[in-house]
Every structure is written in structure tokens, then in C-alpha cells.
Nanobody
Framework: QVQLIESGGGLVQAGGSLRLSCAAS????????MAWFRQAPGKEREFVAG???????FHADSVKGRFTISGDNAKNTVYLQMNSLKPEDTAVYYC?????????????????WGQGTQVTVSE
């Protein structure tokens, strides 16, 4: 499995921005799908965005145009730039990885997970 460590969460007002980072162990990008999921209290974990080598990305409709996933192969790090944040974006955000290049949105199909980072958006 891949070791993943997230950072960058916090408290921000609606309309503000945050950037999440996910540092992965080993040379992961060429062989894994990297994705961000989120889970709000009382809700199921949902797909936010994913990236596959050499840079194909996919974003959930709920964040399209506001969030952007990107990756730095040299640093083995994936980022999630979140702009125009809304209170409904409040959740614990998780970084995940699975072998292959096929983008999948079901959380159960990902085998490696970070510990999560809290994002809270106030009114």
C-alpha cells in the first residue's frame, strides 16, 4: 500500500480558498490513480476529484469550476486547490490511491487512504 499524508485543512469563510496537499510514499503517480474524497457528518464518503498519469483529471459536478486537482511527480504530492468555498463544502477531506489508470469514483475501490484533514467553511 501507499502511505498518504494530507495537510492544509482549516477554517475559512464562505468565498475563501484553501489548498490541500497529499504527500505520497514512493513513486506513485505513474502507477496509481490519486483522488480526493470528502465526508461530512452523517453522510457517505463522496468523490471530489482524481488525477491519473500523465495528468488526466476528473472533478465531481459539485466542485467543477471551483476546485482543481493537480500533481507534482517530482515531489510525489497531489494538491486540491479549493476556491469559492461554500458552507456545504465542510467535511473531512481524504486523499486516496489505487493502482491503475482508470478513474473510479467509488471509495470502496481505493486501497490506500490518508488520515484526513478537516475543512470548515463558515457563513
Amino acid at each position: 500500500q501507499v502511505q498518504l499524508i494530507e495537510s492544509g485543512g482549516g477554517l475559512v469563510q464562505a468565498g475563501g480558498s484553501l489548498r490541500l496537499s497529499c504527500a505520497a510514499s514512493g513513486r506513485t503517480f505513474r502507477s496509481h490513480i490519486m483522488a480526493w474524497f470528502r465526508q461530512a457528518p452523517g453522510k457517505e464518503r463522496e468523490f471530489v476529484a482524481g488525477i491519473s498519469w500523465p495528468g488526466s483529471t476528473f472533478h465531481a459536478d459539485s466542485v467543477k469550476g471551483r476546485f482543481t486537482i493537480s500533481g507534482d511527480n517530482a515531489k510525489n504530492t497531489v494538491y486540491l486547490q479549493m476556491n469559492s468555498l461554500k458552507p456545504e463544502d465542510t467535511a473531512v477531506y481524504y486523499c486516496a490511491a489505487r493502482p491503475g489508470r482508470t478513474m473510479l469514483v467509488r471509495s470502496s475501490l481505493y486501497e490506500s487512504w490518508g488520515q484526513g484533514t478537516q475543512v470548515t467553511v463558515s457563513e
